[in-house]
């Protein structure tokens, strides 16, 4: 069964530093999605990128944040000048379509990212 | 207002018991609805969509009140596996809304 792959699966980096998550969605999948899921709280959607181009974006998903899809298999989320609030589970996912019964979103086994 | 809410629980069962928990969302503009479990620690994984006229799925009845704009979902014949966190979401367009989860403890 095809799914979503992310890495690296835990990540720790020092306030103030660069980082990049991967994922590598489901291969005929064309809508792409990050959620993050602060620990103990609710899973909270954070971006979403079809044809190259953000489609809707959260009110979390401030100029810290961008996204890319640099070929034709990774999606990256890039978080610049981490903050130590950052430290969360970020979540990768793939849609086939938003239409009908190819809308059904399916997520990544999440990086864990901690800021110090 | 939350977009989504639920009964956090726990719903602690015995081990083939009946157990059924719903929730409400805010958005009556909402296009589509979800139950997902997650384990701890886990990516959310789809349990099944949910249709106005009310979805069966083996063990797992879902049903949506669009006029109530109320979600529920049933669990019968409950499993030790059946043992997680039940996430009840919402779509607006290409954004899930998820709720803090509903746990359910099954025990033997």
């Known amino acids: 069964e095809p799914e979503v792959t992310q890495t690296p699966s835990h990540q720790v980096t020092q306030m103030g530093q660069e980082v990049i998550l991967r994922c590598v969605p489901i291969?005929?999948?064309?809508?792409f999605y990050w959620y993050r899921q602060i620990l103990g709280q609710k899973v909270e959607f954070l971006v979403s990128?079809?044809?190259?181009?953000?489609?809707?974006k959260s009110e979390i998903f401030d100029d810290q944040f961008s996204v890319e899809r640099p070929d034709g298999s990774n999606f990256t989320l890039k978080i610049r000048s981490t903050k130590l609030e950052d430290s969360a589970m970020y979540f990768c996912?793939?849609?086939?379509?938003?239409?009908?019964?190819?809308?059904?979103?399916?997520f990544g086994p999440g990086t864990r990212l901690t800021v110090t | 207002r939350k977009e989504v809410e639920q009964d956090p629980g726990p719903f602690n069962v015995p081990e083939g018991a009946t157990v059924a928990f719903n929730c409400t969302y805010s958005?009556?503009?909402?296009?589509?609805f979800f139950w997902y479990r997650q384990d701890c620690r886990k990516e959310p994984k789809l349990l099944m969509s949910?249709?106005?006229s009310g979805n069966e799925d083996g063990r797992f009845t879902a049903q949506l009140n669009r006029a109530s704009q109320y979600i529920s979902l049933l669990i019968r014949d409950s499993k030790l596996s059946d043992s997680a966190t039940y996430l009840c979401?919402?779509?607006?367009?290409?954004?899930?809304?998820f709720g803090a989860g509903t746990t359910v403890t099954v025990r033997a």
């Open positions: 949910v249709y106005s």
């Open positions: 291969s005929n999948h064309l809508y």
């Open positions: 996912a793939s849609s086939e379509s938003t239409y009908q019964a190819s809308y059904e979103q399916y």
């Open positions: 990128f079809y044809n190259n181009e953000i489609s809707e």
């Open positions: 979401v919402a779509r607006n367009d290409y954004k899930l809304s």
């Open positions: 958005n009556s503009a909402s296009q589509s």
